[in-house]
């Protein structure tokens, strides 16, 4: 069952904005503070209809939910823009997607919950968000969705995740949650920011590679005694010329991830053809605050103009 919100009038929610990768749920620990962000009101464009609490999938008793926020249009077929949230795969939820305000131009936003690291191990998050794109092309037809036309964007942790959609997009394997296995996980652009994206070298995201550090927890145990994990769970081990374009944001000033994180994953990916774009945000920690270059709106206006690019085949300048 969910619930149908019509924003007639504009309604507010609350986003963790271009600082953040997700707000801390009430079953799991509390986020590390170094991916703490100030919440920032969001406004629901008008005439986007936000639909709660859609069950993607199961995992024994437990149904996994994302919410649409979708144009109160008919007609045409809308490209979407699937967020992920970030939270250290042990916090965060899909309750402020920051992605929102795209569907005021024309796209059809998901937002996504998945399983977090201290209820099941990885690949169960990426077995959860191959589920939802699946779902999303399962029921394309009811919700007015191109299932030719998913994009994906996430922060931090979610910025793993969907670099690791966008890699691995074949890997059928982790496609054991959810139905429709004759649907593909493929998706068609990638956005990510300051997302970890090698979990084999020495500079690791998080702090550590101890059993009690994010990755460790994602892992199962300390990475140098599952540096087989680490490898499954690295975006670059998948990089192939086929990828789908990618947008990589990351500060120059990140305590948390490192910024040769995405360095490497925009080198694997240039070194095979892919059409990759990496923007060094100067003066900017594990998020985008005002005071970076480019600014936090210059780099939402590039956001825009990415997926304006490849999942409507418009092809604007992209903003200085």
């Keep these: 069952m969910h619930r149908t ?21 009430a079953q799991v620990p509390k986020e590390a503070p170094a991916e703490k962000a100030k919440a920032q009101p969001l406004t629901i464009p008008a005439g986007v209809r936000v639909e ?33 949230h970030g939270g250290g795969w042990v916090s965060g939820s899909k309750a402020n997607p920051m ?3 795209l569907s005021g131009q024309g796209y059809i936003v998901a ?11 990885f690949p169960a998050q990426i077995e959860d968000c191959r589920a939802a794109i699946r779902w999303l092309r399962a029921n394309a037809t009811a919700y007015n969705i191109d299932p030719k036309r998913i994009g994906v964007w996430g922060a931090s942790a979610g910025g793993h995740l969907v670099a690791l959609l966008g890699t691995a ?23 990510d920011y300051y997302g970890p994206a090698n979990f084999l070298v020495e500079n690791m995201p998080g702090g550590g590679k101890g059993p009690e550090s994010p990755v460790g927890r994602l892992l199962g145990g300390p990475v140098d005694e599952r540096k087989e994990e680490a490898r499954r769970a690295s975006p670059v081990t ?10 990589i944001f990351h500060g120059d000033k990140d305590p948390t991830v ?25 003066d900017a920690g594990h998020g985008f605050r005002p005071g970076c270059d480019p600014s936090p709106e210059q780099i939402r206006a590039h956001v825009a103009a990415f997926f304006d690019k490849h999942l409507k085949g418009n092809r604007p300048d992209v903003p200085k």
């Excluded at 997009?169 to 949650?177: I, K, L, R, S, Y």
């Design 99 to 101: 992605a929102v305000p």
């Design 111 to 121: 937002s996504v919950d998945y399983r977090l690291s201290g209820v099941a191990k």
């Design 52 to 84: 709660r609490d859609l069950e993607y999938a199961r995992v024994g008793d437990t149904p996994l939910h994302l919410d649409l926020y979708r144009p109160d249009t008919a007609g045409d077929l809308l490209p979407v823009v699937v967020w992920v």
């Design 238 to 247: 998948y990089v192939s010329r086929d990828d789908p374009p990618f947008l």
């Design 169 to 191: 997009g074949d890997e059928t394997q982790w496609d054991a949650v959810g139905g429709s296995p004759e649907q593909s996980a493929r998706v068609q652009a990638v956005c």
């Design 5 to 25: 919100i019509q924003a007639t009038t504009v309604a507010t929610v609350l986003l963790l904005g271009l600082t953040c990768p997700g707000q801390a749920h």
């Design 258 to 282: 490192p910024m040769e994180q995405s360095e490497m994953l925009q080198a694997a990916l240039k070194n095979v053809g892919v059409d990759v774009t990496f923007v060094r945000v100067k």
